[in-house]
């Protein structure tokens, strides 16, 4: 099973500095850490309630890293408990956004136009328990619903997924057009060594992008080092072409992508762990 495990927001790399700010100050997030390694410069970003998310600078040689030409229909999602009270946060601040439409577990979300017109998918989800005080953006962090992918048939791309990245179909409504899907959160399992599961919904589109495309906000999904290269020549043998492996996931952080038949860019990560 591939792990859903967070993920990249692209930028240039000289702009880098900025968007750590505009992360910090905007939206309240907090930089633990900046580092530069063999696959470029890296800022972990710790959010306010749970979750961190990495900015990564479009720099090096591996195609993994470059900028895409197409923007794609993969969304990684963030989580705010009052939708409509980050939007005029953000409104108020001169970020745009985009109209709001319903998940079909009732969930609102909308995308924001972030630094360097990166688009932000933002969800909400109940406050539950939670009495914390958190930076006036809202955006808490990670939620359930990790991923949403917009595909021509939600049947056959909920098998595509079940057959080449082990994820489990919760339930496939054709009439309504979407599929349901879960899979474990990497750092439940690795770290933990339990089972939490994270969502991901396919929603039906006919406006699908004909070429391989990405998006700045990058979701990935783990795999451990001791299994990356039997995966990745298993998804070679099921006809699905991997990119060039980037880095090197035996001695450090090692990643690669892949497209689904609608061309949506899923990307994979592999690390030791500290």
Same mark, same amino acid.
């Given at each position: 099973m591939y792990r859903w495990d967070g993920g990249f927001i692209m930028v240039d790399p000289e702009h880098f500095d900025k968007a750590v700010e505009w992360y910090e100050e905007l939206l309240g997030w907090k930089c633990l850490d900046k580092i530069t390694s063999w696959v470029g410069r890296k800022a972990f970003m710790k959010m306010p309630r749970s979750g961190v998310v990495t900015i990564k600078s479009f720099e090096g040689e591996y195609d993994h890293f470059q900028s895409p030409k197409t923007e794609g229909n993969v969304k990684l999602v963030f989580v705010t408990y009052d939708l409509d009270k980050t939007l005029h946060y953000l409104a108020d601040r001169n970020v745009n956004f985009t109209e709001i439409n319903v998940l079909p577990n009732g969930q609102r979300y909308c995308d924001i136009v972030a630094f360097e017109d990166t688009k932000l998918t933002i969800a909400e989800e109940p406050r539950g328990e939670d009495e914390? $005080? *958190? #930076? #006036?953006a809202g955006i808490v962090g990670f939620g359930t619903v990790n991923t949403i992918i917009h595909v021509r048939d939600p049947k056959q791309s909920a098998e595509w997924y079940e057959k080449h990245l082990g994820f489990e179909i919760v339930e496939v409504d054709y009439d309504n057009g979407y599929a349901h &899907? @879960? $899979?474990? /959160? %990497? *750092? /439940? @399992?690795? %770290? &933990? /060594?339990e089972c939490f599961w994270d969502?991901?919904?396919l929603l039906q589109t006919n406006d699908v992008v004909e070429k391989p495309n990405d998006n700045k906000a990058r979701t990935y999904y783990d795999i451990r080092p001791e299994v990356f290269f039997l995966e990745y020549n298993q998804l070679i043998k099921n006809g699905v072409k991997p990119s060039e492996i980037a880095g090197d996931p035996i001695k450090g952080w090692g990643g690669f992508h892949i497209y689904d038949p609608d061309n949506n860019r899923i990307n994979v990560w592999s690390y030791i762990e500290n």
């Open positions: 914390a $005080t *958190y #930076p #006036p &899907l @879960r $899979t474990e /959160d %990497a *750092y /439940d @399992r690795n %770290a &933990l /060594d969502h991901i919904w």
